[in-house]
C-alpha cells in the first residue's frame, strides 16, 4: 500500500512570499491533518479534516494559513505571507475515520529567509 | 495543560547499552502513542499504552503506562544504530494529538 505522499520535499522562500505545499493521502482515508514541526520540538496540529470538511483548526494562524480539501482526497496547505518564523517541516499524516493511528507522509521542509 | 514533557531531551549512548526515556504529564491521560522518527522522515507509531500500569514490549522496547496515568517511559535493551532517531510520546484529547518535545537518541556503533 503506497504510503502518504508529499510535495515538495524542500522549498526556500523570502519573508512575505507564499508558499503552497501538497499532501495525498493513503487511499481509503477519510482523516487528514496538517502539523507544523519547528526544529526541536514535537509536531502541532494545525488543521484536521474528516473528508472534505475541517474537524478542527483551533491552532491554524488563520491570517496568513489556508487548507483545503476539496474533494476529500488530496490536500493544500498554503501560506501567504510566510514569516520567518514558518520556517519549520510541515507534515501531513492520515487516517481511517476517527482511528487514533495516524500515517505520516515524509514532510515538506520550508525555509523562509 | 496538554502539556507532554520528555526527558532526557538528548541521549549518545554506544552499541548494546541499555537506555529509558520518559513522557510525564500534569493530567490524566486515557491513552498515549509513543513513535520514532528519523531524519528526513515522519513519525512511525511505535505502540499504543492504554490501561494504567500496562507494560507492552515490541522485540527490544518495552513500553510502560503509569499507574496513575500522567506517566509513561521506553526502555531499549542492547541499543542498536538502527535505534538512532527522535522518539515522541503523543497524547490525544477529543480530535486533537498532542505530542511532546521529543527525545533525540544517537547509538553510536
Known amino acids: 500500500e503506497a504510503g502518504v505522499a508529499q510535495s515538495p520535499r524542500y522549498k526556500i522562500i523570502e519573508k512575505r512570499q507564499s508558499v503552497a505545499f501538497w499532501c495525498n493521502p493513503i487511499?481509503?482515508?477519510?482523516?487528514l491533518y496538517w502539523y507544523q514541526q519547528i526544529l526541536g520540538q514535537g509536531p502541532k496540529l494545525l488543521i484536521q479534516f474528516q473528508n472534505n470538511g475541517v474537524v478542527d483548526d483551533s491552532q491554524l494562524p488563520k491570517d496568513r494559513f489556508s487548507a483545503e480539501r476539496l474533494k476529500g482526497v488530496d490536500s493544500t496547505l498554503k501560506i501567504q505571507p510566510a514569516k520567518l518564523e514558518d520556517s519549520a517541516v510541515y507534515l501531513c499524516?492520515?487516517?481511517?475515520?476517527?482511528?487514533?493511528?495516524?500515517?505520516f507522509g515524509p514532510g515538506t521542509r520550508l525555509t523562509v529567509l | 495543560t496538554q502539556l507532554l514533557e520528555q526527558s532526557p531531551q538528548f541521549l549518545s549512548i554506544q552499541e548494546g547499552e541499555n537506555l529509558t526515556v520518559y513522557c510525564n504529564s500534569s493530567?490524566?491521560?486515557?491513552?498515549l502513542q509513543w513513535y520514532r522518527q528519523e531524519p528526513g522522515e515522519g513519525p512511525v507509531l511505535l505502540v499504543t499504552v492504554v490501561t494504567g500500569g500496562e507494560v507492552k514490549k515490541l522485540k527490544r522496547l518495552t513500553f510502560q503506562f503509569g499507574d496513575a496515568r500522567k506517566d509513561s517511559s521506553l526502555h531499549i535493551t542492547a541499543a542498536q544504530p538502527g535505534d538512532t532517531g527522535l522518539y515522541l510520546c503523543a497524547r490525544r484529547t477529543g480530535n486533537q494529538f498532542y505530542f511532546g518535545t521529543g527525545t533525540s537518541l544517537t547509538v553510536i556503533p
Open positions: 499524516a492520515s487516517s481511517w475515520a476517527w482511528s487514533d493511528t495516524q500515517y
Open positions: 493530567s490524566v491521560f486515557s491513552s
Open positions: 487511499s481509503g482515508h477519510a482523516t
